[in-house]
């Protein structure tokens, strides 16, 4: 007989969702960069991302804000009269009832009923006298009298509703048992507390109470502490309640409770129960209040509740700020937002929480030597490989052709290999690694019929040689102008971009990356991308000039390649004696430094092209002049195709240009 196996399915019920797409690393990550570049923090710009949000993502901005609404439609929606309304709808209805049966009544003394009728016409206006002074009233309707301790059964619901969630409902028609049970729970309850602050309890004592009274508490504390927690925070609201009434309201509500059930002990109970957890829990705001404008009336129980949800909120707020100390989106109480906002906000919370977290722990962000979080080397690579991407699709665009494929201009593969380092992007070679793979197994007693496991040493990468090796210094001008005039993340993509280019697709050549404000100064791509934009004026190409020719000279076997990026004229040179000389317009002596380095450089063989920024006549005029002393080249790209503009000159001086020795720069 065959079997049959059933498999059960059941709703989804929380946690991490199995079928959630994988967050979105690389979206983050160019956010963040795309920040850092345009002169914010790696900190400041992972929390402005987290709070904007990605795309079909809310941010934390989002989540707040519907915090923020829920709370004003709560305070907008509701006010605190419902209790009173009802007891004096209650009262109404026993007084006219009464009256009705008076009425009706012909076997009655007159001057009984007279003194009846006369009692029933003077009572007081205030709801709770009118029920205090007819406490003792001997109702001839049973209606009435049974109306009349409907407010008593009421008043007693609604006060263990505020302190005990659910209490008004679980005692509709309760019978004197029920009541006696709750004041029983509510002497228990007091004895362990009042152990509890004396050090006096153990865990025996609070399981043979739960053991006893745990119905009472759906919770499901598992101890004192979580006990007191629950019950703390339900009477901080009740009592966040009273305040938010008006006195007259708050005075009426004090006089009624004390006719709960009828019976001055349970409001005994209470008391000393509020006095417990407000020495047990001080922190706990118990002296708050709100302000409700709505016309929907609440109970004293359905009112604690709505506190308990303001609170909560207020809480969601503080943690959606991540304004405090040492803040994390780990510190975010899912529980509470899918309870407020709903499973999805506490999604979105959960996705932006595993950004937060892949940043930090998967090594995009790291710590500097000065302690500051900065990318990481990885954060880099994987944000210059983007852009070369997309510099690749405009040199594509731009060119006419389907694609380019800057990864297959590296070189000519040479037939070997090599084994894998950390940041090769080259092809793999299967069959070596394959078999580097099989002999690794056998050699450690292993049978590869039964399967290779590849280890990190099996692999081998395709080797390619270099067709020509070049010696490249990227010039970009970091004066203010370039920042205010939109050019100061483009410039940075682009440097990022062609750092990419060539540590990964010519390793043989080598990049030098130098920045000339007022002074000129060579970085690393690090240093580039995290510069902020000063306010600073200056030009100083001549002592970028300067250090490209000292990098060119320490590499005298390489092809000179000089890329200048810049919007504006000269406007600083170096003096002998290190300082910088700044004048505007350009003075005389600034023009003639930076030609006569540049013709110093033109001797040395080196290629040149001058990336020209703006429209400016004056710069248009000086850059063509620059470029005819040394055959150089000149172009104009738009702003956002300097990435494609940069990166397609140095392929071009790449293929095209020469190797040269030692007596290039004999001069």
């Known amino acids: 007989m065959t079997a049959h196996h059933r498999s059960r399915y059941s709703r989804y019920r929380g946690g991490p969702d199995p079928l959630a797409p994988p967050v979105d690393l690389a979206e983050a990550l160019d956010a963040v960069a795309e920040d850092v570049m345009a002169g914010y923090s790696p900190r400041y710009a992972l929390q402005e991302y987290l709070r904007r949000g990605g795309r079909n993502r809310e941010g934390l901005d989002d989540l707040a804000g519907r915090v923020q609404q829920l709370r004003s439609e709560l305070l907008g929606r509701h006010r605190l009269d419902g209790t009173l309304n009802e007891v004096q709808k209650l009262l109404d209805t026993a007084v006219l009832e009464e009256r009705k049966q008076l009425a009706r009544d012909a076997m009655m003394d007159n001057t009984d009923r007279a003194f009846r009728e006369m009692q029933l016409q003077n009572l007081p ?38 302190r005990f969630a659910g209490m008004k409902e679980a005692l509709e028609g309760a019978t ?14 007091n004895e362990l507390l009042d152990k509890h602050r004396r050090g006096e309890d153990t865990d025996a ?37 009273l305040q938010s009434m008006s006195a007259e309201q708050r005075e009426e509500l004090l006089r009624l409770s004390a006719q709960a059930f009828g019976s001055p002990e349970l409001m005994a109970q209470l008391g000393q129960l509020d006095a417990n957890l407000q020495a047990l829990r001080p922190g706990e705001d118990w002296s708050g209040s709100e302000r409700f404008e709505g016309e929907e009336g609440l109970g004293l129980g359905d009112g604690t509740g709505v506190l308990q949800d303001l609170a909560e909120l207020d809480e969601l707020a503080e943690q959606l700020s991540q304004s405090y100390n040492g803040s994390r989106l780990d510190d975010l109480d899912l529980d509470a937002l899918a309870r407020q ?9 959960r996705t932006l929480a595993g950004i937060e977290r892949a940043m930090h722990d998967g090594g995009f962000l790291q710590r500097g030597a000065d302690g500051d979080l900065r990318l990481s080397p990885q954060a880099m690579r994987r944000l210059g490989r983007a852009l070369l991407r997309d510099t690749a699709r405009q040199l594509s665009g731009r060119q006419g052709r389907r694609d380019t494929r800057v990864a297959g201009a590296a070189g000519e593969q040479t037939g070997s290999s090599r084994p894998w380092e950390f940041g090769d992007a080259e092809p793999w070679d299967v069959t070596r690694t394959i078999t580097n793979a099989i002999r690794r197994t056998i050699g450690d ?80 791509i690090g240093e580039l991308t995290a510069l902020p934009a000063f306010r600073e004026q200056g030009t100083n190409l001549h002592h970028g000039l300067l250090l490209a020719g000292r990098f060119f000279r320490q590499h005298p076997s390489m092809q000179p390649v000089l890329l200048v990026v810049t919007d504006g004229e000269p406007t600083a040179h170096l003096l002998a004696d290190g300082e910088s000389w700044f004048s505007y317009p350009p003075d005389p002596e600034t023009i003639r430094v930076t030609v006569a380095e540049l013709d110093r450089l033109g001797r040395a063989g080196v290629q040149a092209t001058f990336f020209r920024l703006g429209s400016d006549p004056g710069l248009e005029r000086f850059i063509q002049k620059l470029a005819r002393r040394i055959d150089g080249r000149v172009v104009a790209p738009e702003t956002g195709d300097l990435g494609a503009a940069v990166v397609g000159e ?18």
């Not at 048992?177 to 228990?188: F, G, I, K, S």
């Not at 709903?342 to 919370?349: E, I, R, Y």
């Open 341 to 349: 906002l709903g499973q999805d906000a506490a999604v979105s919370a």
């Open 650 to 667: 140095y392929l071009r001086a790449h293929f095209r240009g020469r190797a040269f020795g030692d007596d290039d720069w004999a001069q």
């Open 445 to 524: 007693g292993g049978d590869p019929r039964r399967g290779l496991r590849l280890a990190v040493d099996d692999i081998e990468v395709t080797e390619t040689e270099a067709r020509t090796q070049a010696a490249v210094a990227l010039l970009v001008d970091v004066s203010f102008s370039m920042a205010a005039e939109g050019r100061w993340v483009p410039m940075k993509r682009t440097a990022l971009a062609l750092h990419h280019l060539v540590t990964t697709r010519f390793r043989g050549d080598r990049l030098q990356l130098i920045t000339f404000g007022r002074y000129a100064q060579s970085m690393d």
């Open 176 to 189: 004197e048992e029920d009541r006696a049970a709750v004041a029983e729970m509510l002497q228990d309850l």
């Open 205 to 241: 004592d609070f399981q043979e109470f739960k053991a006893k009274h745990g119905q009472f508490f759906p919770e499901n504390p598992q101890s004192v502490e979580e006990l007191v927690d629950a019950l703390a925070q339900r009477a901080a609201a009740a009592q966040r309640l």
């Open 125 to 162: 206006k205030s709801t709770a006298a009118a029920v205090k002074e007819l406490a003792s009233y001997d109702w001839q309707s049973s209606t009435a009298r049974e109306a009349y301790e409907r407010i008593k059964d009421l008043l007693g619901r609604e006060v263990l509703d505020q």
